[in-house]
């Protein structure tokens, strides 16, 4: 069985010009982030004749899947990205890279959004180990990716690991 990961295409949405910003101001630009247009690319799906493909129900991802995949794609709303709203509850105006990093150090906090999530991203694979084997592609998004992969993983598939997913690539685990 081969499972391919991959995230979505590069997102048209510049990072925001504001110097400071508060988190009301972060979360906006998130959300702008979610509706954005993406540029599309060309995927090599390496020469795997990719029978199923799930995706987040995001635009972004789905834009992706219907590109890269010519049948039918199965929208599952477990694949899409953390939302960063429950992150992101002070006041303070912090720069843009400092509110991104403080995302990342939350995101792997042992917070119950997150334990949460965690556990979603558990079952979601439970249950595509679950279903008959075919080749699968799973387009979602660079967060989502790294616990897939780990998820894969402690299932004893194999395939070339990452840590920041690059967007637009197939990253192939095989049981």
Not at 64 to 69: E, R, S
Request: glycine share 4%; charged share 30%.
């Amino acid at each position: 069985m081969k499972i391919g990961l991959v995230r979505h295409f590069k997102v048209k949405h510049k990072a925001p010009k504001k110097i400071l910003l508060t988190a009301s101001e972060v979360i906006e630009w998130f959300s702008g982030y979610d509706l954005a247009d993406v540029e599309h690319q060309t995927v090599d799906l390496k020469n795997v004749n990719w029978e199923r493909c799930l995706s987040s129900p995001l635009p972004r991802a789905l834009t992706t899947a219907k590109t890269i995949f010519d049948g039918e794609i199965e929208v599952i709303d477990e694949l899409k990205e953390l939302a960063v709203f429950p992150l992101l509850n002070t006041n303070l105006k912090l720069p843009f890279i400092v509110w991104a990093i403080v995302i990342r150090i939350k995101s792997s906090s042992e917070d119950d959004t997150l334990k949460k999530f965690r556990n979603t991203i558990k079952t979601f694979v439970d249950e595509l180990l679950l279903q008959e084997e075919k080749q699968t592609l799973v387009v979602s998004h660079g967060f989502v990716m790294m616990y897939l992969q780990k998820e894969l993983k402690t299932r004893g598939f194999k395939g070339k690991g990452f840590g920041n997913p690059a967007n637009a690539k197939v990253y192939i685990f095989e049981k």
